[in-house]
């Protein structure tokens, strides 16, 4: 079965610091990948997702960046990071179909003091 | 920006009714919708998907869709308190794969 790896659970970081957050699926090939933010009072809001190694699309102008340097690998970074940064941050996976169904990893909570 | 919205709640129910949860989108090409169930500080959990128009029932979950009038409602029959919960409504987005999600709403089952 697939599964979903996302660490850390939760983050503490000062502003200006820089950001690394990693996800990995097991159990399937070539998943679609999703990056989403959950601001407190907020809905989910789609970051990036990517349909394949090094095929990134951006859905939000920020100051975050995303990586896939492997089929498997998603990884979310900053240079420097906002106040307006913090928030519960979501990887996903998908098979490749259209209408295909998301599914999440645990997630990490940031908090950019 | 396609839009998906919910009320935000909190939609409160006593143990053993029927839990109403409704959902409106504004993409009429949209072609596929979903639900998760979000407890507080844990990820989504999907619970029920439906493509086509009309109901979708599994166990104690029943999905509603109505394209004409751009409308999905979830029902939770025999609602429990362990459903206490937010619910989110998705709807497949611009690219095909993302979801756009809604906000939620937070659903209270009292005992």
């Known amino acids: 079965s697939q599964t979903i790896h996302q660490w850390p659970a939760t983050l503490v970081q000062p502003v200006g610091s820089p950001l690394s957050l990693e996800c990995t699926v097991e159990?399937?090939?070539?998943?679609?990948l999703y990056w989403y933010r959950q601001a407190a009072g907020r809905g989910l809001q789609l970051l990036f997702y990517?349909?394949?190694?090094?095929?990134i699309s951006s859905e939000v102008p920020q100051n975050l960046s995303a990586s896939r340097p492997q089929d498997r690998q998603f990884i979310l970074s900053s240079k420097k990071l906002l106040l307006s940064d913090s928030g519960f941050y979501l990887c996903?996976?998908?098979?490749?179909?259209?209408?295909?169904?998301?599914?999440f990893g645990s997630g990490t909570q940031l908090s950019v003091l | 920006q396609k839009e998906v919205e919910q009320n935000s709640g909190p939609l409160s129910v006593p143990e053993g009714a029927i839990a109403s949860l409704n959902c409106t989108y504004s993409d009429r090409g949209s072609q596929s919708f979903f639900w998760y169930r979000q407890y507080s500080g844990k990820s989504p959990e999907l619970i029920m998907f439906i493509y086509s128009n009309g109901d979708k029932e599994d166990g104690r979950f029943t999905a509603q869709l109505n394209k004409a009038s751009q409308y999905v409602s979830l029902l939770i029959r025999d609602s429990q308190p362990s459903d206490s919960a937010t619910y989110l409504c998705a709807v497949q987005g611009d690219s095909g794969y993302a979801l756009n999600f809604g906000k939620g709403t937070s659903l209270l089952v009292t005992p």
């Open positions: 159990g399937t090939s070539n998943p679609n």
């Open positions: 990517s349909v394949g190694i090094g095929q």
């Open positions: 996903a996976w998908s098979g490749t179909d259209l209408n295909e169904k998301l599914f």
